[in-house]
């Protein structure tokens, strides 16, 4: 399978991708298909890359055009603003005067004129209404267009049909309609692409964040141009005042003030020295460093943020299919009301009334407002996560992460620091030296908890072995050394119980604990701590707050556990499980209700693919950042109930937009059809008040941001 992207350019409204959409999807090879009004971009999935060409086709022949690139396509949408604000003045110009002909000059010169300019006005400025409409109508597909091209051409159709007195020379003559339809659409469009693409603004500036070029500094201290696509991992990187970083990182050398607002919304710059953490995309207001790679460039933060908010327009979330569902049928419906709202008239009170309730119809019911309700706030709910260290992988997740009552943890670099750190140790400092010299052979993180600080050089010869599940063994020469726990000594009938009743003093502070032994005599024992992550209990406490119940699963002994869960005043947990036994308690929680599950680990990957929702952290393993719903750039677990409150915001706006949606149709649609007997819309301002209902779902998604 090969998956083929495309800029689309010409969409006009949701019904517009939907349209690509049907289409495309009953070409043979064309597994899936994905279009984003909003993005202005499809994806397809196709057999193979042959099929391109028929795809371009096929999407040039519903009156769409495709562009080359993502540069292009800014271009072309700055073009067409440029190109509707002109129409519009142009359009409503000639409404003023046609307006003027028909209000204080009534003779054959005025309905001359009144035509001239209304044919202009209407089939010159509306043109590219009528252009996707035609070429809609040809491959079945109803929308927006439909509506404001019937809308329009019924006011014109009537009135010259009245011109020529086919009709009755005394109906009014509706160019002036006609003409204030397209100028209202024309300024309803403009307003609204002009706020979308206002609402794409994060988008559009983490795309402009390219930076061609990198300096890598060679081992001759020597410096190297290069594409910045193929820095790898441990580059020494050089990076000047106005320059940005190209790669995740850490500074290794210098000192400078960043802006990095793009990626945290911090609105003050920070400053960077050795040994801190400095993110791609990062700009250097001054000063200059050099950065050690910690991942390709295209790995980076930035990159991840690049792909995830350009997919996530194109991604459909439950409540998008269903308004998308409704919205297919929508316009066909309205189209049927008309007619059955102009029969009624006609024989109620003649042509000229049931002409004006229909087109008022017509033109009041569009569902571009439904469309939008959920890709633009969902689109606006990206830009603020992005913006607060939060990954959205799976957009969907945002409608329901507020409903959920059960979040489940992983402990070891979860709720607490991924590494562990010596509290106490008896041992005299040749042998702790000795020790961490053992350790320092084995990647276990005891044994990187105990050699961290060796500063000595390794003069070791022996041959070290590892006994799983209880340590490691050590012979040099004619010495057995053995660094295990108390369960293997206690198997091996060596005394240990000197250090353990040294040790027993620390067991709530420091669970975790081993001894080490040479040749049967034990030197002295260690006794480690696992501290919590800062806010962890804040985190625990704020979910509490929203009668959210916190549980942990963890692979650690029991005693570790349970000093954690104390602190953090969680009452159920469960300890010494391994990854089969935590997808099996997830599996059961599932059966009652939905469930938030919160890893970092290879082992907690099928969990949190399993579970409702998921969130993950950056620094987490590969295969925990793939399978995560959620991704934390920053390792602040306080952002896990920032997920849940740009949950419930980002359902709040779209329950609102879906409901101002149907409200709005509900209401109007009575009134534009005459039905309501103290209101009365002219065609014209029916066309106005269906221009703003979009607008106003626009700006009320933009709240999110």
Not at 122 to 143: E, P, R, T, V
Not at 154 to 159: K, M
Not at 171 to 200: C, R, V, W
Request: one cysteine or more.
């Amino acid at each position: 399978m090969t998956e083929l992207k495309f800029k689309i350019a010409n969409m006009t409204c949701v019904n517009c991708s939907n349209a690509i959409e049907k289409v495309c999807s009953k070409i043979d090879g064309v597994k899936d298909v994905s279009v984003s009004y909003l993005n202005s971009s499809g994806v397809f999935l196709v057999e193979n890359k042959n099929l391109k060409n028929k795809i371009e086709e096929k999407i040039k022949a519903l009156g769409f055009e495709i562009l080359e690139d993502e540069q292009n396509l800014q271009l072309y949408k700055i073009s067409q603003l440029k190109k509707l604000k002109n129409m519009f003045f142009l359009s409503m110009i000639l409404s003023a005067i046609i307006m003027y002909f028909e209000m204080f000059i009534q003779n054959t010169l005025s309905s001359f004129v009144q035509l001239a300019l209304s044919f202009v006005a209407i089939f010159y400025c509306g043109k590219s209404f009528f252009s996707h409409a035609i070429k809609g109508l040809w491959h079945k597909n109803l929308d927006m267009n439909t509506l404001v091209s019937l809308g329009a051409l019924v006011s014109f159709v009537y009135s010259f049909l009245v011109y020529v007195e086919i009709f009755s020379k005394d109906g009014y003559l509706y160019f002036s309609s006609g003409a204030m339809i397209i100028s209202f659409i024309l300024l309803g469009k403009y307003l609204e692409e002009n706020a979308k693409f206002k609402s794409l603004e994060y988008q559009n500036k983490l795309k402009s964040i390219d930076v061609k070029y990198a300096y890598i500094i060679l081992e001759d201290g020597s410096v190297k141009e290069i594409s910045s696509s193929f820095v790898k991992k441990d580059d020494l990187i050089m990076v000047k005042e106005g320059e940005s970083v190209v790669a995740d990182g850490f500074v290794v050398n210098g000192e400078a003030e960043v802006d990095v607002s793009f990626l945290t919304g911090e609105f003050l710059p920070l400053i960077k020295k050795e040994g801190d953490e400095i993110l791609a995309g990062s700009i250097l207001l001054n000063g200059n460093l050099k950065i050690r790679a910690s991942k390709k460039s295209i790995e980076s933060s930035l990159e991840q943020i690049k792909n995830l908010v350009s997919k996530a327009g194109s991604i459909k979330t439950p409540l998008t299919n269903l308004a998308n569902k409704i919205s297919a049928y929508f316009v066909a419906f309205i189209i049927l009301l008309a007619v059955c709202v102009f029969v009624f008239w006609y024989f109620a009170q003649g042509i000229n009334v049931a002409f004006l309730h229909a087109c008022a119809t017509l033109l009041i019911s569009c569902p571009c407002a439904l469309g939008l309700a959920t890709p633009i706030a969902i689109i606006s709910a990206l830009s603020n996560g992005a913006k607060n260290s939060i990954l959205v992988k799976n957009p969907a997740i945002l409608e329901n992460l507020y409903s959920i009552k059960l979040a489940i943890f992983d402990k070891t670099g979860t709720l607490t620091k991924d590494e562990l750190s010596v509290y106490r140790h008896n041992l005299s400092s040749n042998d702790f030296e000795k020790l961490a010299q053992i350790e320092k052979l084995s990647s276990h993180p005891i044994a990187q908890a105990i050699s961290k600080n060796l500063n000595t050089n390794l003069n070791l010869t022996g041959k070290l072995s590892v006994m799983i599940g209880n340590g490691l063994s050590y012979i040099e020469n004619d010495d057995e050394y053995f660094i295990a726990n108390e369960k293997f000594f206690k198997y091996k009938n060596i005394d240990i119980s000197k250090s353990k009743e040294f040790l027993k003093e620390f067991k709530q502070q420091a669970p975790t604990t081993l001894y080490f032994v040479k040749n049967k005599i034990c030197l002295g024992g260690v006794c480690l701590a696992n501290e919590l992550k800062p806010m962890a209990k804040e985190m625990i406490n704020n979910l509490a707050d929203k009668n959210i119940k916190s549980i942990i699963l963890s692979g650690d002994n029991e005693a570790s556990v349970s000093k954690i869960a104390k602190e953090l005043g969680i009452k159920e947990y469960y300890a010494n499980l391994n990854p089969e036994e935590k997808l099996d308690f997830i599996k059961e929680r599932l059966q009652q209700e939905k469930v938030l599950f919160v890893g970092d680990g290879i082992n907690d990957a099928p969990a949190l693919i399993l579970s409702s929702a998921s969130i993950s952290f950056s620094k987490a393993s590969n295969l925990a950042k793939k399978s995560g719903d959620f991704i934390l750039i920053k390792d602040d677990l306080m952002l896990i109930d920032y997920c849940f409150k740009l949950s419930k915001k980002t359902r709040n706006i779209i329950k609102l937009n879906l409901f101002w949606a149907f409200i709005y149709n509900i209401l109007c649609i009575p009134i534009a059809a005459g039905f309501v007997s103290f209101i009365s819309l002219s065609p014209h301002l029916a066309a106005l008040a269906m221009c703003f209902s979009s607008i106003t779902v626009i700006l009320n998604s933009l709240r999110i941001r």
